[in-house]
Structures are given as structure tokens and as C-alpha cells.
């Protein structure tokens, strides 16, 4: 992922169960040609590894016909398996260099750094490719015990040129305000898929609020 000229632009976190997956990729499909999505993030949880590995391989190809890398959280093995275009690590998800090892160079690998810039340094130190602050609102996803202030994008933004994630209950009412402390991508999961006109409604409102 790289800091684009397009300002902030949003990035799209799976729901992290898929029971049915033949209805979730025509929803994929339909929502990332409803506007501009730089990233799917495939976040099961509870799952076996053959149900992360299917599903990588369904989803995949459909996010990259609309131009979107495709990262697979915790799991940098099974990003290497699946030639993901990445993987996202949380602090307990495994440390960067084994990840790059596995991964080799030309891969993306984000970190998790709650509301911390000490832990920002020390994932681009370590070759992270971006860095996730969160969360910024409560989260019907998960719940976190941290919440950063918006400044840590605008502090971020000014001292390095590594493109920083903003994460946490981001709606399409609330993300402008990170786009304009700072955030280079905004993380949204149950905005999308729950929005009450469907997912599509939710990326084409996500687009009108970052244009
Ligand atoms: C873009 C992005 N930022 C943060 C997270 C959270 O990762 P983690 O702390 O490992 O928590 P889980 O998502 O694994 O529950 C993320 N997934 N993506
Ligand atoms: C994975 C994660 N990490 C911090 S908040 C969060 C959940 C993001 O989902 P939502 O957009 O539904 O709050
Ligand atoms: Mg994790």
C-alpha cells in the first residue's frame, strides 16, 4: 500500500464469518464496483485454515478485477500460501521480519498500533508497509480498550511517509474527520455490511464522504 495522490480512500474489512460464500462474493463483487476500494482485508475468525484458504480463493480474484490489493489477517503463513497481496498483523499476530521471510519483498504487511506511536516506529523500523491506529469509535466488531485521538494521524502524517490506517466503528458520517487529520486509508467492517440499503450503498456513500 502506498500514500496515494487521491487522498484518503477506504479500506474494506471482510465480516469475520462467511457462511455462505457464493452470496458473499456477488456482494463483494456488487459493493466494490459500487465505487473505489483500495483493499480487502479477509478477517475470519473461528475458522480452520481450509475455510481461510476457499475463501481467499473465491474472494481474491474478484477484489483484484477492481484494482484491490488483498491481505489476510493474522496469518502470514497462509498469506504466503494463497499469494495474498499481504497480510495485517495484530501485536500478538507474529512479529514483521518472519512475516517479510515469509512473504519475500515485494508484499504488504500492516501492523496494529492501537493508539500507540511508539509501536508505529517500531513496525516501520522493523519494514511494516503501513501501520493501523484504532479505534477511533466504539466498534460493533470488536471491542478494544483503546482509542486514539485524532492528532496521532496528523502527528503520524507530518513526521513520516509511511501511510497510516485508521480503524474503529468508521462510518460513512463520521470518516471525513480522520481523512482530514491525516488518515491515508480508513478500515470499515459492519458500516459496509450492515448498512441498512446493503453494502454497495455503503461504499458509494464512503466514496461521497472521502471525494
Ligand atoms: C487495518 C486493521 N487494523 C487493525 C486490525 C486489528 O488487528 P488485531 O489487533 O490483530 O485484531 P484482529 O483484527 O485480529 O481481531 C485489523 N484487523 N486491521
Ligand atoms: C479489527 C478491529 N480492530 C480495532 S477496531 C476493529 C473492528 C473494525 O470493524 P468496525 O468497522 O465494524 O468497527
Ligand atoms: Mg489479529
Given at each position: 500500500m502506498s500514500e496515494t495522490t487521491e487522498g484518503c480512500l477506504l479500506y474494506l474489512i471482510t465480516p469475520?464469518?462467511?457462511?455462505?460464500l457464493d452470496d458473499f462474493a456477488t456482494k463483494l463483487d456488487e459493493s466494490l464496483g459500487a465505487g473505489d476500494v483500495a483493499c480487502v482485508q479477509l478477517r475470519l475468525k473461528g475458522v480452520d485454515d481450509d475455510t481461510i484458504v476457499r475463501a481467499a480463493e473465491k474472494l481474491m480474484p474478484i477484489a483484484h478485477s477492481h484494482d484491490a490489493i488483498f491481505l489476510i489477517n493474522d496469518r502470514a503463513d497462509l498469506a504466503a500460501k494463497v499469494d495474498a497481496d499481504g497480510v495485517h498483523l495484530g501485536q500478538?499476530?507474529?512479529d514483521v521480519p518472519s512475516a517479510r521471510t515469509l512473504l519475500g519483498h515485494g508484499k504488504d504487511i500492516g501492523v496494529t498500533c492501537h493508539d500507540s506511536m511508539h509501536l508505529a516506529y517500531k513496525a516501520g523500523e522493523e519494514g511494516a508497509n503501513y501501520v493501523a491506529f484504532g479505534a477511533f469509535f466504539p466498534s460493533d466488531t470488536k471491542d478494544t480498550e483503546y482509542r486514539p485521538e485524532l492528532d496521532i494521524l496528523t502527528v503520524w502524517d507530518e513526521v513520516t511517509e509511511l501511510p497510516c490506517v485508521a480503524i474503529g466503528g468508521i462510518t460513512p458520517e463520521n470518516c471525513r474527520e480522520l481523512a482530514d487529520a491525516g488518515a491515508h486509508f480508513v478500515a470499515a467492517c459492519s458500516s459496509v455490511w450492515n448498512h441498512p440499503d446493503g453494502p454497495a450503498a455503503a461504499v458509494r456513500a464512503f466514496n461521497e464522504a472521502l471525494a
Amino acid at each position: 500500500m502506498s500514500e496515494t495522490t487521491e487522498g484518503c480512500l477506504l479500506y474494506l474489512i471482510t465480516p469475520d464469518r462467511i457462511d455462505d460464500l457464493d452470496d458473499f462474493a456477488t456482494k463483494l463483487d456488487e459493493s466494490l464496483g459500487a465505487g473505489d476500494v483500495a483493499c480487502v482485508q479477509l478477517r475470519l475468525k473461528g475458522v480452520d485454515d481450509d475455510t481461510i484458504v476457499r475463501a481467499a480463493e473465491k474472494l481474491m480474484p474478484i477484489a483484484h478485477s477492481h484494482d484491490a490489493i488483498f491481505l489476510i489477517n493474522d496469518r502470514a503463513d497462509l498469506a504466503a500460501k494463497v499469494d495474498a497481496d499481504g497480510v495485517h498483523l495484530g501485536q500478538q499476530d507474529g512479529d514483521v521480519p518472519s512475516a517479510r521471510t515469509l512473504l519475500g519483498h515485494g508484499k504488504d504487511i500492516g501492523v496494529t498500533c492501537h493508539d500507540s506511536m511508539h509501536l508505529a516506529y517500531k513496525a516501520g523500523e522493523e519494514g511494516a508497509n503501513y501501520v493501523a491506529f484504532g479505534a477511533f469509535f466504539p466498534s460493533d466488531t470488536k471491542d478494544t480498550e483503546y482509542r486514539p485521538e485524532l492528532d496521532i494521524l496528523t502527528v503520524w502524517d507530518e513526521v513520516t511517509e509511511l501511510p497510516c490506517v485508521a480503524i474503529g466503528g468508521i462510518t460513512p458520517e463520521n470518516c471525513r474527520e480522520l481523512a482530514d487529520a491525516g488518515a491515508h486509508f480508513v478500515a470499515a467492517c459492519s458500516s459496509v455490511w450492515n448498512h441498512p440499503d446493503g453494502p454497495a450503498a455503503a461504499v458509494r456513500a464512503f466514496n461521497e464522504a472521502l471525494a
